[in-house]
Nanobody
Framework: QVQLVESGGNLVQAGGSLRLSCAAS????????AGWFRQAPGKEREFVAS????????YYADSVKGRFTISRDNARSTVYLQMNSLKPDDTAVYYC???????????????????WGQGTQVTVSS
């Protein structure tokens, strides 16, 4: 069973930056696509960013494009989300996810992912 643990969430002022990390147990994120999603209070979970198994391909939601960067370090079985120029609308619980199948591309649908972390809270104050 894959376990994903997110960290790095915090309270930050608008315009600030945070880096989220997602560590996978047993190296189970290696050779698998990964994604970040977020869920704000009263809203549905939404896609933020995805990275393919090698790190060579990434895909972003329009709302974060140019501000967020997804990356991975397969040697550390960790996926990151660098968030810059944060806005109050970015306030949410952020979840990382990965797939059961290896390789493939990037995926923006939550149903494409099989394993999820517990989430980390990001709060952006105005």
């Amino acid at each position: 069973q894959v376990q994903l643990v997110e960290s790095g969430g915090n309270l930050v002022q608008a315009g600030g930056s945070l880096r989220l990390s997602c560590a996978a147990s047993g190296g189970m994120i290696i050779n698998r696509a990964a994604g970040w999603f977020r869920q704000a209070p009263g809203k549905e979970r939404e896609f933020v960013a995805s990275i393919n198994w090698s790190g060579g391909s990434t895909y972003y939601a329009d709302s974060v494009k140019g501000r967020f960067t997804i990356s991975r370090d397969n040697a550390r079985s960790t996926v990151y989300l660098q968030m810059n120029s944060l806005k109050p609308d970015d306030t949410a619980v952020y979840y990382c996810a990965t797939r059961a199948t290896c390789f493939g591309g990037t995926y923006s649908g939550s149903t494409e992912y099989n394993y999820w972390g517990q989430g980390t809270q990001v709060t952006v104050s105005s």
